[in-house]
């Protein structure tokens, strides 16, 4: 490959690194330990696609169209469905219920309009039709840029349904769990921000200048090689920090009336203070549920209804009043001391709720 420019190889290294990656993890997700878990089988399934991409752009960084034309884009069509399987990864992820339903078939309809597209103009193309279209037809506006942009619109509007799952995710979390670091996913909406910046990129070099494409190739070449080392990576250690899963809370068909409620949220509350229950980190709505007799979503309709806040604000405003005590009672204690003490995970998510609820910092509180 002599006189073959840096950036060119550099790329064609990147390439078949996120190709060999992808298929690695891949295989680890379908290892005995990890498929018993349906979330894990869609994240295998995300890691092929991505190595069908990346298999196919090293067959035409190869000269794989000249040689062997009869091959040519038969992988191409599966780049289409990579954010689409993201998608299901994070449904899977954050609806612990969730199965493919006949309705979800639909989401494959890009799939088959590009494999039907190819298998017209490629696959099923004499030998000139074929040589015709690989040699000019690829230089056409339809292929050039129409196809390319729609596809860049289509994963885009994809990783906004990512965002929504996401969102909607995090305030179910707070009807649960009295702490919710490492559970909030936030890695994941981190990792599909910088996915999304991928393809605002390609869309930039589709439609812009040309001379700027041999550097923005490189660059989606190593965006691509980290997107799957962290997804993997951080996707793994999330699995194996797993202890529960959580349930919906659904206030549909309630047997509770209204003097239910408040009675059911004084208990809650009374329980609270006598035994100091938000003191623990790990305290879950299930838990408090199981003290107090009733159901989960019983308690967290009271709370929300009498209370007027989720489960997670609820816990922690009494572990501020709790932290407001101390930081008056004993002027040298340490903030952190004081924030694990009355139940909190970290000092910056003390910190964070502390001047939600009160509007001042722990220090300025104290002075």
């Known amino acids: 490959m002599a006189g073959t420019p840096p950036i060119f190889l550099v790329a064609l290294v990147l390439a078949g690194a996120t190709l060999l990656q992808a298929l690695c993890f891949s295989s680890v997700m379908f290892s005995a330990r990890f498929r018993a878990n349906r979330t894990n089988l869609y994240l295998a399934v995300v890691l092929l696609l991505l190595a069908a991409t990346k298999a196919d752009q090293l067959f035409q960084m190869l000269g794989g169209l000249e040689m062997l034309p009869n091959f040519a884009f038969v992988l191409a069509p599966f780049q289409v469905l990579v954010t689409p399987a993201l998608y299901f990864y994070v449904r899977s992820r954050v609806q612990p219920d969730f199965a493919l339903r006949r309705s979800d078939w639909f ?35 339809a292929n050039r840029l129409v196809i390319p ?20 995710h995090g305030i179910a979390l707070r009807d649960w769990y009295s702490r919710i670091e490492g559970r909030n996913l936030a890695w994941l909406g981190n990792l599909m921000a910088g996915w999304a910046a991928v393809f605002l990129l390609h869309l930039f070099l589709t439609i812009g200048p040309a001379a700027l494409r041999p550097v923005g190739f490189l660059i989606l070449n190593g965006a691509h090689f980290l997107f799957v080392t962290f997804l993997a990576v951080l996707a793994l ?36 203070a006598e035994e100091a229950l938000y003191r623990d980190p790990d305290l879950t709505l299930a838990e408090l549920a199981d003290r107090l007799a009733v159901l989960p979503r019983e308690l967290s309709e009271a709370i929300n209804g009498q209370g ?58 104290r002075r």
């Open 308 to 365: 007027g806040v989720n489960f997670f604000e609820f816990v922690n405003r009494k572990r501020i009043e709790h932290a407001q005590a101390l930081l008056v009672a004993d002027k040298q204690a340490r903030v952190l001391s004081i924030a694990l003490d009355s139940g909190f995970g970290s000092k910056s998510a003390f910190n964070a709720a502390f001047k939600r609820q009160t509007g001042t910092s722990p220090t300025e509180y």
């Open 149 to 168: 942009i729609l596809g860049d619109v289509l994963q885009l509007g994809y990783i906004v349904a990512v965002f929504v799952l996401l969102k909607n």
């Open 107 to 141: 989401h494959l309809l890009p799939f088959a309009a590009y494999a039907l597209y190819l298998t017209i103009n490629v696959y099923a193309a004499g030998p000139v039709e074929r040589a015709v279209f690989l040699s000019d037809g690829l230089a056409r506006p």
């Open 237 to 272: 250690a999330d699995f194996l920090r797993q202890r529960s899963t959580m349930a919906p809370v659904r206030y549909k068909d309630s047997t509770l009336s209204e003097e239910d409620r408040v009675d059911l949220f004084a208990r809650a509350k009374e329980l609270m």
